[in-house]
Every structure is written in C-alpha cells, then in structure tokens.
C-alpha cells in the first residue's frame, strides 16, 4: 500500500516572498489604523461620510483577512495562490496610489 504525496517543500525564496508580503500587510492596516482620523474628520470614531467608512473598513478588513486566508492556503500546499493573496492587497495600494498621482 503506498502513501500519498506530501506537498513538496517550497524553496526559500517563495518563503521570502510571503514573509515580506505579511510584513507590507502589517504595515498596510497600521498605515490605515493611522490616517482614520484624518478619513473621518476625527480621533473619536466613524463620524465621517458613509462611503469612506465603509472603504476604509473594507480596505482594512481585506488587508487583515486577505493574509490570513493566505496562511491557510499555505498550509493546504496552494503555495502560489497563498503568495498572490498575501500580495493582493499591497499590490492594489500600490496601483490605487499610482493612479491617484
């Protein structure tokens, strides 16, 4: 009776590459945590306009869950759906800034 397949190892630099992901996610949601003062008008909470509390939410929401989810991936074997939902949300800030300029 044979065994089935492990998931082959993944090399050290796909590691790299979801630790430095997970780090730029981290700094996503404090950059996000940081500025919600100035989205909303205030330190106090979300009194702001309906549309930019829920963006910020969502945004903060899908930098939070998007890595998480990743992990999970990871831990399944689907190494390269895992790197692209840890670099997802990064990625979009990137481009959402290059169009915003």
Excluded: C, Y
């Amino acid at each position: 009776m044979t065994t089935p397949d492990q998931a082959a190892a993944a090399p050290l630099a796909l590691k790299l590459a979801i630790s430095l992901g997970l780090l730029a996610n981290a700094g996503l949601a404090i950059l996000l945590i940081a500025i919600s003062g100035f989205v909303f008008g205030a330190q106090e909470g979300a009194n702001g306009e309906a549309s930019a509390v829920a963006g910020w939410g969502s945004t903060l929401a899908i930098s939070v869950l998007a890595p998480a989810l990743g992990l999970m991936m990871w831990r399944r074997g689907r190494h390269q759906l895992a790197l692209a939902m840890v670099w997802l949300p990064p990625l979009a800030l990137l481009v959402g800034a290059l169009v915003v300029l």
